[in-house]
């Protein structure tokens, strides 16, 4: 690996460039931002509940919110989702 004075961390090589791409990607999906904001992911919340499809959407709508540009739209989610809990429930009453 060579560097330059312009270049000291070889930042233009576009082998590194592209293997960080890959990285950001595989984090992108595997591990995103907003589902990473404390000690545990959502997910591992979800799975550690035992929650089904509506209710871990629930969760992860309301524990993200905070972190998306639109925080009501993922709350209009989670809102859905619980209405969605709610009347099967009622239904079964």
Known sequence: MSTTKSDPFNLNNKEILNGLE???RREAVNHPSHYNSGNIEVIDAIEDWGLDFNAGNVVKYVARHQHKANPVEDLKK???YLDRIIER???CQ
């Open 89 to 91: 429930i009622e239904k």
């Open 78 to 80: 989670a809102r859905w």
């Open 22 to 24: 890959k990285i950001a």
